[in-house]
C-alpha cells in the first residue's frame, strides 16, 4: 500500500462475507451489538448498534464508537449467503448426501489434499473428517450386524445393522455438523470452478456499491473482511472491484480500500486444479497498489492454515505481499473461555469475528469499528496495544498522533 499513514478513521464502510453457515441476519445483528458492547468494555469506548435493513441481497446496519478524542462511524453490510446455504440444506436427504460425497472426493481425488497436507496438515485432517464419520457409522453397521445375526436371524440382523448405521450417521450429524461439512464440500466443488449465477450478482451489486462510495470519497476507509470460505468470495468482490477503478494512488480520492481475511479457507479452494477464477483474482489484488491485503491466522484453530501466505502458497509472485499475521485466541479471551472450546472446532473458528475479552494485539472490532486503518493494524506485530491508553484515548504512538506505525 503506498498510501502513508495518516489521521484516525473517522468513517468506514465494511462489506463481511461469513463462511458456510446458516445465520440468519437478524442473528448475526444480534450477535454484532452484543459483541460490539464487549468491545466497548474492553477498550474503554462508548458503542451503539443502529437497527438493521435487511434485503434479499445484503443486511446492513450502522455502527459507533468513540473514545475520548476519536469518534468512528461505520456502515456495516453483509453479503447474504444464508438463504443460499438454505437450499442446499433443505434438499433431499439423499442429494445432501450423495452431492456432498461427490464434492468431497472431488477434492479428496486431486492434489488439493496433498497440499493440505504439505500446508496444514491438521486441515487434512479435518478434510478427512466427514469420510472417517461415513467409514465408522458404516463399520459400526457392520459389527451390529454381524454380532446380532446369531440371535435373531440374517433379516433382522441385517435391519437392526442399518440401523445402527442410520444411528450413526444421525449422531455425527447433531454432534459433528456431518451434513453441514458435506453440504459444505459440495458447496466449494462449484466455487472452486465458478461464480454461480446469484452469487456473481450479489458480488456485483456489492462492487457497484463500494465503487461508488470510493468514487464519491464517502468513507475514509472501505474494508473488506472475508471469514472461512467467505475469504474465497471477498477476493473475487476485491477483483471486481479493482477492475472499475484506476490504479495507483494518485488524484483527488482520499478513500483507503484493504481487504481483511480471517481463519482463511482462501488455500481449501485455491490448491484445486480447477481454482483458476480465484487464482485470477488472488494475483489481481496482489499485484494493485490500490489495496492493501491483511491475513490472519491462528494455530489454535483447525480449519486454516497458519504460518502460510495463501498467494505464495497458490504459486503466484505477489508484486504487494500480503501482511500474514497470527491471532492469538489465547490472548483474547481467558483461558477458562478457550478451554472450553478446546474440542468445539466451530466455534472457535468463529472466534475471528466475536469480540475479544482481553486486549490483544488481534481484534476484528477494532478493524470494523475502530479508529485505525486496517492497513496501520495489520502492519503493527502488536495491533492498537500501545495506541489506546486505559481510558481508551489515543496515545502518542498511534499512528497520525505521534510515532508512525511499526512496519
Known sequence: MTVPSGPVVRSRLVVHIHGYQLTAPERFHRRFGRDLATFGETWSAKTATGLPEISPRQAR???????????????YRIIRL??????????????????????????????????????????????????????????????????????????????????????????????????ILLEDWAFASVLARRLEPELAARLDEARREVQAAVEADAYDEVLLIGHSLGAVMILHLAEMLLAGLPEGTSGSCR??????????????????????????????????????????????????????????????????????????????????????????????????????????????????CGPFFCGDLARSREGALAWLDAAGALTDKAPGVGSPSEA
Open 61 to 75: 446496519w450502522s455502527a459507533e464508537a468513540a473514545g475520548p478524542d476519536w469518534r468512528t462511524r461505520t456502515d
Open 82 to 179: 444464508d438463504d443460499l446455504i438454505a437450499q442446499g440444506h433443505h434438499r433431499p436427504l439423499l442429494d445432501r448426501i450423495v452431492l456432498g460425497i461427490r464434492g468431497l472426493f472431488d477434492f479428496l481425488l486431486d492434489p488439493a489434499i496433498l497440499g493440505y497436507f504439505r500446508y496444514g496438515w491438521r486441515y487434512a485432517i479435518f478434510t478427512l473428517a466427514p469420510l472417517a464419520m461415513m467409514v465408522a457409522a458404516v463399520m459400526a453397521g457392520l459389527a451390529a450386524g454381524w454380532w446380532l445375526s446369531a440371535p435373531l436371524g440374517p433379516m433382522l440382523a441385517a435391519l437392526a445393522g442399518l440401523a445402527v448405521f442410520a444411528a450413526a450417521i444421525a449422531l455425527c450429524s447433531k454432534k459433528f455438523f456431518l451434513f
Open 255 to 368: 478513500t483507503r480500500i484493504a481487504v481483511l481475511t480471517i481463519g482463511s479457507s482462501v488455500l481449501k479452494i485455491g490448491l484445486h486444479s480447477a481454482a483458476a477464477p480465484l487464482r485470477r483474482a488472488t494475483a489481481a489484488v496482489t499485484a494493485s497498489s490500490r489495496l492493501v491485503w491483511a491475513d490472519y491466522w491462528s494455530q489454535h484453530d483447525v480449519m486454516n492454515f497458519p504460518y502460510v501466505d495463501p498467494a505464495v502458497a497458490m504459486g503466484l509472485t505477489p508484486v504487494h505481499p500480503t501482511i500474514s499475521r497470527k491471532a492469538t485466541f489465547r490472548h483474547m479471551i481467558s483461558p477458562e473461555a478457550l478451554r472450553a472450546l478446546r474440542f468445539d472446532f466451530f466455534r472457535k473458528h468463529n472466534l475471528f469475528f466475536h469480540a475479544a475479552t482481553r486486549r490483544s494485539e488481534y481484534d476484528y472490532f477494532l478493524f470494523a
